[in-house]
């Protein structure tokens, strides 16, 4: 089975310009959860949607960033200007039903550096 | 409030064994065990939920301590695949939805 896709893995951009993540998740999966991971803050909850709907954006760290689900199997993530210290590798995660005893499945990652 | 990792780091020879807590300040409801690997995703491992213990797989199993709000991790007769770090993620029972990560615990295991 296929699981949560995330593009590109690897992104380089100047300062200033606009970025744009992309999520599929497992099919069937109805929570999707996009994090920022990095050194000194570790693993961060960025915003989760269930059911498309989101759910808890109190992780997104201001109005440079935004997060769309239009349908189940997509969701974007947005920064828009983008700033250096916005550079960190971002995740993707999917499960079913989201309740404590159901694990959050990854995606590999996007590796962001903001010039 | 961030869950607290011990240690930081590990440093194995194959064969050995380790322990890896996770403690939190609040009342947990759930904590959950993932391993990641240097340039590659998190990987999950198991689930422990209040009033209950989860043995995952291999030789990996795990506690969870209610009254001191604390899991550990137990990682017996260590093999060369173990190397990675360990990420707890905890909930308490009003969102036990959303997952709050350690910092991580670093861990090599040496042939």
């Known amino acids: 089975d296929a699981g949560v896709i995330q593009s590109p893995r690897h992104e380089v951009t100047e300062m200033g310009q606009e970025v744009t993540l992309r999520c599929k998740p497992i099919?069937?999966?109805?929570?999707l959860f996009w994090y920022r991971q990095t050194m000194m803050r570790g693993l961060e909850l960025l915003i989760y949607?269930?059911?498309?709907?989101?759910?808890?954006d109190s992780g997104m760290p201001e109005d440079r960033f935004s997060a769309k689900m239009p349908n189940a199997s997509f969701s974007t993530l947005k920064i828009q200007p983008s700033e250096p210290r916005d550079s960190a590798v971002y995740f993707c995660?999917?499960?079913?039903?989201?309740?404590?005893?159901?694990?959050?499945?990854f995606g590999d990652g996007t590796r962001l550096s903001i010039l | 409030q961030q869950p607290v990792q011990s240690p930081q780091a590990v440093i194995l020879r194959e064969g050995e064994d380790a322990v890896i807590n996770c403690s939190s300040s609040?009342?947990?409801?759930?904590v959950h065990w993932y391993r990641q690997k240097h340039g590659e995703a998190p990987v999950f491992l198991m689930i422990?939920?209040?009033g209950g213990e989860q043995k995952g797989h291999e030789k990996i199993s795990a506690s969870f301590n209610e009254k001191k709000q604390q899991s550990s991790l137990y990682l017996t007769a260590s093999q060369l695949s173990y190397s990675g770090t360990y990420f707890c993620?905890?909930?308490?029972?009003?969102?036990?939805?959303?997952?709050?990560w350690g910092l991580g615990t670093s861990l090599a295991v040496n042939p």
């Open positions: 995660a999917s499960s079913f039903s989201g309740y404590s005893n159901q694990p959050q499945h």
């Open positions: 099919s069937g999966h109805d929570y």
């Open positions: 949607f269930n059911n498309n709907v989101p759910i808890d």
């Open positions: 609040k009342a947990l409801y759930s």
């Open positions: 422990l939920l209040k």
């Open positions: 993620g905890t909930s308490d029972a009003g969102n036990n939805r959303k997952l709050i």
